[in-house]
């Protein structure tokens, strides 16, 4: 096994569906196109561009990488401090204020609570799944959280939908929380109610 393809192992905090996902991505990137990873982080690094999200654009213009195995092909390629392999680094980078991270404990422990979930570390949200997400947690500023839901936006009259979020498309509603306390038993029914639909 090559240096890069010991990196490009899938990710932990994935769901079973969410790794059979990663390991297409990576499998089928050399069927379709022809290239090795290890060819593929050559090119990457011939990039002129610094930024994620420049050297995303200039793969796909350039030599035709769609979205998802850019980003594969960069993380191999460009691989960060802060990587979906390191879970805790991640947890600990994203809930860095206590107030915010008590909050997030609270929610943890009620997601937790259902059976089967996995939590997803990401860089800028903590997700939570079953088959597919059901809710994720990212700080704001002042130490409050948003939780987001995969139910709508009705189903509670604290619910609002989300604007500009990048957790799952799936998670309908947003619910900022101001406090542990916060995350009572309606929060907890309104995650059983995204989990049942995971």
């Known amino acids: 096994m090559t240096t890069a393809e010991t990196k490009a192992k899938a990710p932990s905090g994935l769901t079973p569906r969410q790794e059979k ?3 297409s991505v990576q499998a089928s990137l050399e069927r379709d196109t022809g290239k090795t990873i290890d060819e593929w ?23 035709g990488l769609g979205v998802n195995r850019a980003a594969h092909v960069l993380s191999v390629a460009f691989p960060s401090d802060m ?6 680094k991640l947890r600990d980078a994203l809930w860095t204020d206590p107030a915010s991270r008590a909050i997030f404990e609270a929610v943890q422990t009620a997601a937790t609570a259902l059976p089967e979930v996995v939590v997803g570390q990401r860089k800028a ?5 079953r ?25 509670d009259s604290r619910l609002e ?12 509603a947003r619910m900022p929380l ?14 059983k109610q995204a989990w049942e639909r995971s």
Not at 41 to 63: F, G
Not at 125 to 129: D, I, K, P, Q, R
């Open 21 to 23: 996902w990663f390991a």
């Open 41 to 63: 982080v050559a090119i990457a690094k011939t990039c002129p561009e610094t930024r994620p999200r420049a050297r995303t654009q200039w793969l796909k213009e350039h030599h």
């Open 83 to 88: 990587r979906w392999d390191q879970p805790e």
């Open 125 to 129: 949200v903590t997700a939570f799944s």
């Open 131 to 155: 088959k597919v997400q059901f809710a994720a947690a990212r700080p704001v500023k002042g130490g409050t959280v948003m939780l987001g839901l995969a139910v709508e936006p009705t189903a």
């Open 161 to 172: 939908a989300p604007k500009n979020e990048s957790w799952s498309e799936r998670l309908k």
């Open 178 to 191: 101001a406090s542990p306390a916060a995350v009572d038993a309606s929060v907890a029914a309104l995650l």
